[in-house]
């Protein structure tokens, strides 16, 4: 191991000049096991390493939630690295007892090699350490604590790699960005009479006809309301009967993704402290080994008798499912119905391992790093390549049921990209070479507002989804995605209309919040099909609070109050009826923004101004051999869309095109 404190190394008078053997380092790819930290922007953190600027010190945001941490760096477009020099310059803190260090892996699986340890007890000067023998690096990884040098150069020999062969982009219907955030409650529950829940609520089931998909919230503490005992239908917690509600949502069609989440109480009661109790902790003992998937066992078990239920195993083995409640439900009321055991029912074909474990504003009892979270991801997946015996993981109750990695609060690539090296350290390879995720489909949130950061409570307000970073973010998860061979959903994306949110929709001219989020919301559900996002699930059904300006609080595209659809709800529905089957194509302009979707050789065409200040435009669409089209604006208050018939004049039709998208349909033959 090399271990070089770099304030007794040569100090070159020349570190500026040009070196041939210089190892180039590209930003993109470092990430970070913490959290981003406040107040950071898209020219602050790691990357201030190697950005060539000696004279501002590397900003890696104020509130980090884990004081000492690493940062990891794959070469990904390079080979054969081997590392013989370093240089380091030295701004103007010192920090000696807090140092940064780092490291090189030679592979995802060897151990890291010290190559230097930097104090920063020199000043406004290179300092430079020249190792005994070159060191070979497919990853660097940094320990670091608050300092680091404000600049690195390494040095070395290195080969270039080809590019990454990518995936291709898999088609993206439109019905498949119409998904929504969902609880049992809202579709069992009778408003009339709240006691009564062994049954559909039929008004509320013909609302949620305006989505195509629901994310429903399941939590564990309502189906294992004690250890080792599972009731499903219905829950002792709640008497929520989750077969009523699955098996209804098969047969309309609607796809399910069961989000399993929080830790029951009987669970804190048994681990937790008294004060440290909350029901979204990590869902392992309070100072468990959080890098060990058999942390995760009890949970791991509920995923297994979960997808046992749920999925399309028939033949999972009868004595693992004793733990679930068989018989009346009140041995004195027989009318309340029978408990029942059930294997392979076939609802359910997505479940998610918790949400948003990257939670920093919780602390560290509920926040998971990247690491920490693959051991846990890996237990529920496959009970850590079924190594923590039987009954335990979603794979070994059905091999075919997907598993979704909890949607990520931060909407960059690092918490997934520290999963991914985790599987290949942890999990290995299969026989084709590809690594063994624990994880079948990417998951990450975004809400777009002002400030730029997700989830942010320092900005202003929410802001068009096309105005801010949200399709970068997409395009980096997408990339990934396409590497993997892995779809990427966005599970959480909306808007509040409540006039103090940090992501409220803001009035825009005549256009009330409300029918500002309608256009938002649309817009977004648009904006993920142009860059390829697989499924989008918006945040919420119904308000929390309308008078609440709590982020999230009045983001609901339903009604409680008038038992209605709110715009935004009808203008998906609108979008679904129309045209939820064709397939994104292409984008023919950028401003507007016009996309072109197509089913069965038919093409419509969205266009919307990408603004949010309500400006206006104009576009002239090639309608080619036809002379007409059917011309589509979203209508509040109505089922579908208001439809016109408009003639081009020698096959060009002139349009005015805003912030509220329009749809074209050319006229054929056949219509």
Known sequence: MYSIACSSCSQPS????????????????????NNTGDQTTDSTGLQQLTDGVTDKEVFMGWGKLLPNYESYYEFKDL???????????????????????????????????????????????????????????????????????????????????????LQPKKPVKLANELGVNSFVWEFLQNNEDPNIRDRVYEPNMALMQAFTQFRDYVDWGKIEDAPGKFAFNPTVSGGWNYDLQY?????????????????????????????????????????????????????????????????????????????????????????????????????????????????????RKAYQTAREYAANLSAFYDGHKNTMGPGVGVKNADPTMQVVMGGTASPTTDYLRGIIDWCKEHRGYKADGTVD??????????YSNASGVSQSNTSARGAAPEVTGIGRYADDFVALGREYNKEVWVTEAGYDVNATSPLRAPAIGSKTPEQVQA???????????????????????????????????????????????????????QAQKLMGNYVYKETISQNPLVDRYELNGQSI???????????????????????????????????????????????????????????????????
């Open 79 to 165: 080979s054969d690295v081997s590392i013989t020099k370093i240089r380091f310059f030295d701004g103007q803190n010192s920090f000696a007892k807090q140092p940064f260090k780092l490291y090189a892996k030679a592979s995802a699986t060897t151990e890291p090699v010290l190559l230097a340890t930097f104090t920063g007890d020199a000043y406004g000067q290179w300092i430079e350490v020249s190792l005994p023998k070159p060191v070979p690096a497919q990853y660097l990884v940094v320990n670091a604590w608050w300092g680091f040098p404000t600049e690195m150069q390494l040095f070395g020999t290195y080969k270039k790699r080809p590019a990454v062969a």
């Open 519 to 573: 256009d938002w919301i649309l817009r977004t559900a648009l904006l993920y099909a142009r860059h390829g996002v697989n499924r989008l699930f918006l945040y919420q059904t119904y308000d929390l609070s309308l008078t609440s300006g709590e982020q999230f609080a009045s983001s609901g595209l339903l009604n409680a109050s008038t038992h209605r659809r709110k715009p935004a709800a009808d203008y998906l529905y």
């Open 14 to 33: 020349d570190a500026g000049s040009a070196d041939p053997n210089t190892i180039p380092i590209s930003s993109k790819y470092w990430y970070q096991l």
């Open 437 to 446: 995720l624990c994880f079948d489909v990417i998951n990450y949130h975004c």
């Open 247 to 363: 098996k209804r949502l098969k047969a309309e069609g609607k796809e399910v993704l069961a989000c399993l989440k929080t830790v029951p109480n009987w669970f804190l009661e048994s681990n937790y402290p008294a004060d440290q109790r909350d029901a979204e902790n990590i869902p392992a003992a309070f100072k468990a080994d959080l890098l060990a998937p058999a942390s995760y066992q009890q949970q791991a078990k509920f995923a297994f008798q979960f997808a046992a239920r749920y999925g399309s195993n028939t033949k999972v083995n009868p004595s693992l499912l004793s733990g679930v409640m068989t018989g009346p439900v009140y041995a004195t009321a027989p009318e309340a119905g029978v408990r029942t055991r059930e294997v392979g029912l076939g609802y359910i074909r997505y479940i998610e391992c918790e949400n948003e474990r990257d939670k920093w504003w919780k602390g």
């Open 605 to 671: 065409y969205s266009l919307v101004m990408p603004t949010e200040d309500g400006k206006t435009g104009s576009y002239t669409l090639n309608l080619g051999k036809a002379g007409t089209a059917q011309v589509y604006t979203p209508k509040i208050g109505a089922d579908a869309m208001t439809a016109r018939v408009a003639t081009g004049a020698s096959g060009a039709l002139k349009l005015p095109v805003t912030e509220t998208p329009i749809f074209v349909r050319p006229a054929t033959s056949a219509q």
